[in-house]
């Protein structure tokens, strides 16, 4: 019995060994899944992570972007606003004004109207000791501005510049040479004639057909007759040179002397 049991013993302790081995086979390769599983889940993980981070960094890039857009934006604004304030600030300075220019229009208006009218008074006075040349022409403009200060239907600033104007043009008068025809009462009898005005030295006239020349005594506030012999040629030349029939040259033309002014 006991032989028996010592034959069997070592077959026992075989079997044993060879279950133990088994199952520690089994347990290691179970513990390598286990790990590889574990490091296919990090690694999901990560790349989880990963994407979410790429994710993260694209929104901050896309926030950056719009910031610099925004900013510039309001660096625009930031410009145009200041140019608005300039010019809001203009615009007030220029309602200040015009309200002052609004409360001192009517003293304004009572001032203009007594130096209108003796600029018109002075006009007429310097027209009747001038030069009677196209007398009536200058006379009925006086006319004509005298009856629009009477007038309500015209500004102020409209009468002044008509009467400036008018000044503008007896002004020209004195600069220019100039032709005209008219009527002249000469030895009791009218005669057409035509009138050489050169500024306001000399006005002469000369009857159709050039059989009387005579010219403006000034002094003498008359007209006079002149010698032909010395003037009927010179006057024709003149008018022709006026009505730019020949080019200028120069002309003998009767000419008040100066006289002295007492103070």
Known sequence: MNKVLQRALPRALVLATAAMAGLAGTASAATVQEIISAGQARAEAAKADQKRVEQVADQIEQLVVDYQTEAKVVDGLKVYNSLLQRQIDNQEAEMTAISDSITNVELIERQ??????RMLDGLEAFVSLDT?????????????????????????????RQILEAYSIEN?????????????????????????????????YQSVGGGVTGAWDNNARDWVELPPETYKTQVAEGLRVARKQIAPDLIVAPVAAPTEVTQ
Do not use: N
């Open 112 to 117: 203009i109207t007594p130096l209108m009218t």
């Open 132 to 160: 009677p040349f196209l007398l009536d022409e200058r006379q009925d403009r006086i006319v004509r501005l005298r009856d629009m200060m009477d007038r309500s239907d015209v500004t102020p600033a409209e009468k002044l």
């Open 172 to 204: 020209d008068y004195g600069r220019t040479i100039e032709a005209y025809k008219g009527s002249l009462d000469v030895a009791g009898r009218t005669l057409e004639v035509d009138f050489l005005r050169i500024g306001r030295v000399s006005l002469t």
